[in-house]
Nanobody, 121 residues
Framework: VQLQASGGGLVQAGGSLRLSCSAS????????VGWFRQAPGKVREFVGL????????HFADSVKGRFTISRDNAKNTVSLQMNSLKPEDTALYFC???????????????WGQGTLVTVSS
């Protein structure tokens, strides 16, 4: 599975962005998909994940209530909708496909390249 994240950009605090993760490979629909981010000088952190079917999602506390994830297995895409963005959301965002661990963590097997999100104050 090859993943490609897109949709990053510069946005003001309080604004919204929608990131997309496009996948190639017929088995994409067999994987849970997660989003991670890495801010400058910090370790990569989990943002959220969506189950194989798309029926369940789970988010880090820092983004809960502001971010949502959806997927379209027919189009091999997963989207991360980010609302009420804060300067602390500034980071390089990555999507990954892998196995869901009890619905709250992702064991990544495949990574996409990052897309940069910058939130200005």
């Amino acid at each position: 599975v090859q993943l490609q994240a897109s949709g990053g950009g510069l946005v003001q605090a309080g604004g919204s962005l929608r990131l997309s993760c496009s996948a190639s490979g017929r088995t994409f629909s067999s994987y849970a998909v997660g989003w991670f981010r890495q801010a400058p000088g910090k370790v990569r952190e989990f943002v959220g994940l969506i189950s194989v079917t798309g029926r369940s999602t789970h988010f880090a506390d820092s983004v809960k209530g502001r971010f949502t994830i959806s997927r379209d297995n027919a189009k091999n895409t997963v989207s991360l909708q980010m609302n009420s963005l804060k300067p602390e959301d500034t980071a390089l965002y990555f999507c990954a496909a892998g196995s869901s661990l009890k619905g709250v963590r992702l064991a990544p097997e495949y990574w996409g390249q990052g897309t940069l999100v910058t939130v200005s104050s």
